[in-house]
């Protein structure tokens, strides 16, 4: 399985964006997936994750603006990002924890970059 992350941009603080990460091969929705976050300077930061039959969750950070959902006829993930703010600033990453022992498969990052 490979992960493509796409989406990112440059935008406005309050603006929305929406991030896709799409698998090449078939993730079955059991399996784990996520999304994080690393800003310059800083590691990487984890921001969500969902699997199919549970309800999503978040840090604490993104959680009301941020949104996580999944398509698995498409085998894509989706971050929808509201409220954005200048902190949310980073390169975003999806990733899959395929065997249950943690994340294993990563995509190669999207920049988000929000301006004040």
């Known amino acids: 399985v490979q992960l493509q992350a796409s989406g990112g941009g440059l935008v406005q603080a309050g603006d929305s964006l929406r991030l896709s990460c799409e698998a090449s091969g078939r993730i079955f929705s059991s399996v784990l997936m996520g999304w994080f976050r690393q800003a310059a300077g800083k590691e990487r930061a984890f921001v969500g994750s969902?699997?199919?039959?549970?309800?999503?969750f978040y840090a604490d950070s993104v959680k009301g603006r941020f949104t996580i959902s999944r398509d698995n006829a498409k085998n894509t993930m989706y971050l929808q990002m509201n409220s954005l703010k200048p902190e949310d600033t980073a390169v975003y990453y999806c990733a899959v924890n395929s065997d249950g022992t943690g994340y294993d498969v990563w995509g190669q990052g999207t920049l988000v970059t929000v301006s004040s």
């Open positions: 969902i699997r199919s039959g549970r309800s999503p």
